[in-house]
């Protein structure tokens, strides 16, 4: 079956550390990936994607994310830490068929303290 | 753009009652999909549609959810009869070629 798996229900890190979100997959082929963000009472919002190309992938905010095809992963990112990007993260994939359908992560709640 | 737009963004209903969302897509995207949140299980997906025709309804629950799109400015989940448990964000989504973008979505309290 197809997943997606955070394995951190909550990260938290200090503002002006630099954070990390892990994200594995399970899906057959070479799935697009995403990053979606959530802030509270608001709908997801796209942070990046990768296709093909580059294994590092720059988004919005200043977040990245690397993909490792060997391990089957996809962790976010980011240097420096805001109190800001305090919210919830959410991994996706989206199958190489012919539909544009995303599997989601169950995600995974951020908190950065000043 | 305005974005996907969803439509109350919260509903408060008894037991028994009809419930109907509402969602207009990014014009031009030509998916649109419908999507649960809830605690327990995070995001589903329920279905979607391509070209207004829907094309995987498998993560409907039951029978009591139905949805439509009568064209590609509108789509429609409706609920009937509501139960507690379909308490939860329902969030609609559109996309092209490229990312989806999503509305904010709809608070649903079934009491």
């Known amino acids: 079956a197809q997943s997606v798996a955070q394995p951190e229900d909550q990260v938290n890190v200090a503002e002006g550390n630099p954070l990390t979100v892990k994200c594995t997959y399970s899906?057959?082929?070479?799935?697009?990936l995403f990053w979606y963000v959530q802030y509270p009472n608001r709908g997801l919002q796209f942070l990046l994607k990768y296709i093909t190309g580059d294994n590092l992938v720059k988004g919005s905010y200043g977040f990245e994310a690397e993909f490792n095809k060997s391990q089957t992963s996809f962790h976010l990112k980011k240097p420096s830490a805001l109190v800001s990007d305090s919210a919830l993260y959410f991994c996706?994939?989206?199958?190489?068929?012919?539909?544009?359908?995303?599997?989601f992560g169950s995600g995974t709640r951020l908190l950065v303290r000043p | 753009d305005a974005g996907v737009i969803q439509s109350p963004r919260h509903e408060v209903t008894e037991m028994g009652q009809e419930v109907t969302l509402r969602c207009k897509p990014i014009s031009g995207h030509d998916y649109l999909f419908w999507y649960r949140q809830t605690m327990m299980r995070g995001l589903e997906l329920l279905i979607y549609f391509n070209n207004n025709v829907p094309i995987d309804d498998s993560g409907m629950p039951e029978d009591r959810f139905s949805a439509k799109m009568p064209n590609a400015s509108f789509s429609t989940l409706k609920i009937q009869p509501s139960e507690p448990r379909d308490s939860a964000v329902y969030f609609c989504a559109s996309n092209s070629q490229r990312e989806a973008f999503f509305g904010q979505g709809t608070r649903l309290t079934v009491v």
């Open positions: 899906v057959s082929g070479n799935p697009y």
């Open positions: 996706a994939v989206r199958p190489l068929d012919s539909s544009y359908k995303l599997i």
